[in-house]
């Protein structure tokens, strides 16, 4: 951008997060403003402007706009009605086609930087680290360095085919949606290097604090030839990279006639990559989830069988039900959690109401569920009102399950066929937790029930970004901006709404 302003040009960009700030120095602004840069020859610090303000930002909280002359506002308003705009620009390309033609030109152009980008990383620190056994176990690696080996063969695969469908002559005409629909469940691999990511900075740290491997990770730098940013601020690029990718698309989109070959395509990707980057969020609040689960199971009293996460990662929805188990069984009043796969049910200590006791569970992909009648239940050979049958298919057990007001039994028949589409949509996702993640959550929750007091799980992750100090990991970086686009918010999760009406968090 400096060799720009120093031609007399106009620079712009634009701002990926939210920069706060209490210093009259620095210029403050929310993710999406334009600023113009005034000044960059700083690296690391930009002088800008928006409106009457003026002052230092990161130049890692934006990206330089892909169309400099957007900002036309005042120049058509200059312009004769019906004016030809190609008439306007002189020689050259009609507006929207130089547009797209940038757009294009900028998805190649950071593509191919990417690409040098995760060679730089397996090959410049992998290839090293594994070499020195005597500092590094395969473990170790694969929780700093995650998948990115994956990612880094799937995006050699991916650029081919964009290279494939990119005209050089006329970049405009280039119809490289397709490529990312053809790819878009392989974008899902982000999934598992987005949730890895905040093991990787607390591994980080912890090694920073041994000399020797700050020595190593500078000399596989150096011996690579990479720019000057630290192992976690390259480390931090698949992250922000699979979130760039909606942004470009709708820049795309937006400069792609509705009668050009590409415009059904690139509307579809735009779609597929923000459904990707759904996904993305919604395996990381599952991951978050879990130690919720862990520490709220580490609460129940007598738990026999199996831990709920061995099978579960969600609880779907909970409350008080009235059980009737078999024909002239007394009936019994029991806290009901249902899980994806199972339904867990307690008893609530008579005198201490915060405490429960585990009395058993169901697997709910054996079971059926039947809306019951109010009236005569024949096989239990009772009276029931607002009940709902659940009965496993082999048919040898029956369970009455009984709320006290209808509105309470249709939220529970619609938690059911929730707790089956949830199975259904992360088989079809192939989301699963692995055994390490469960036996760490399972473990951490031991450790804060014998000492009393539930820890913040990923608050040594928050602390190690707010604690960075380079350009490519902004100090003050929400890390939810990192991991959400500018999508409508999502309906808050239901999980401490359900479980907070309970005490077993009280203790």
């Known amino acids: ?109 950071t593509e191919r930087d990417y690409i040098k980008h995760l060679k730089d990383i397996c090959e410049g620190y992998i290839k090293q680290c594994r070499k020195r056994t005597d500092m590094f176990t395969e473990e170790q690696l694969r929780t700093i360095f995650g998948n990115i080996e994956d990612i880094y063969r799937f995006h050699r695969k991916f650029l081919k085919g964009l290279e494939k469908k990119f005209n050089k002559d006329t970049p405009h005409r280039s119809e490289i949606g397709c490529c990312f629909l053809e790819h878009q469940t392989d974008f899902q691999i982000y999934s598992e290097y987005c949730n890895n990511h905040p093991n990787a900075c607390v591994q980080i740290s912890k090694l920073m604090k041994i000399n020797k491997y700050v020595f190593f990770f500078e000399a596989c730098r150096l011996l690579q030839r990479m720019i000057d940013i630290s192992l976690d601020g390259f480390l931090l690029t698949p992250v922000q990279k699979i979130c760039k990718y909606p942004l470009q698309l709708a820049e795309l989109l937006k400069y792609t006639n509705p009668q050009h070959r590409d415009y059904k395509d690139v509307e579809a990707a735009l779609n597929a990559m923000k459904n990707v980057a759904r996904l993305i969020n919604e395996r990381k609040r599952r991951l978050e989830n879990i130690d919720k689960i862990a520490h709220w199971q580490s609460s129940i009293e007598d738990w026999e069988g199996e831990d709920v996460l061995s099978r579960s990662s969600d609880l779907i929805f909970s409350g008080e039900l009235t059980k009737v188990s078999q024909p002239q069984s007394k009936n019994q009043q029991r806290m009901f959690f249902l899980f994806d796969h199972q339904l867990v049910y307690c008893k609530k200590d008579l005198l201490r109401r915060d405490i429960l006791y585990y009395k058993g569970r169901m697997m709910m992909d054996q079971m059926e569920v039947m809306d019951v009648e109010d009236g005569k239940e024949k096989f239990f050979n009772v009276s029931v009102k607002n009940a709902v049958k659940l009965r496993s298919l082999s048919g040898d057990e029956v369970h009455l399950l009984c709320a006290k007001k209808p509105e309470q039994k249709q939220r529970w028949l619609r938690a059911f066929q929730d707790e089956r589409k949830q199975v259904q949509h992360d088989r079809d996702m192939g989301f699963s937790l692995t055994d390490v993640q469960k036996k760490q959550a399972m473990v951490n929750a031991c450790k804060n029930h014998l000492s009393g007091k539930p820890k913040a799980v990923t608050r040594p992750y928050y602390d190690f970004l707010l604690g960075q100090k380079h350009p490519s990991l902004p100090t003050a970086l929400p890390q939810q901006q990192v991991f959400m686009l500018a999508e409508p918010k999502r309906k808050a999760s239901t999980f401490w709404h359900n479980i907070g009406r309970l005490t077993p968090f009280k203790k």
């Open 1 to 109: 951008p400096e060799q720009l302003i120093s031609d007399g040009g106009v620079v712009y960009a634009e701002a990926l997060w939210d920069h706060v700030t209490m210093d009259d120095q620095e210029l403050g602004f929310k993710a999406g403003d334009v600023i113009e840069v005034v000044d960059a020859t700083n690296k690391e610090w930009w002088w800008g402007r928006i409106l009457d303000s003026e002052g230092w930002f990161p130049a890692s909280f934006v990206r330089l706009r892909v169309n400099q002359d957007e900002p036309m506002v005042e120049f058509m308003s200059q312009v004769p009605p019906g004016a030809s705009m190609d008439l306007l620009l002189g020689p050259g390309l009609p507006c929207k086609e130089q547009m797209r033609t940038n757009v294009i030109n900028e998805i190649m152009s």
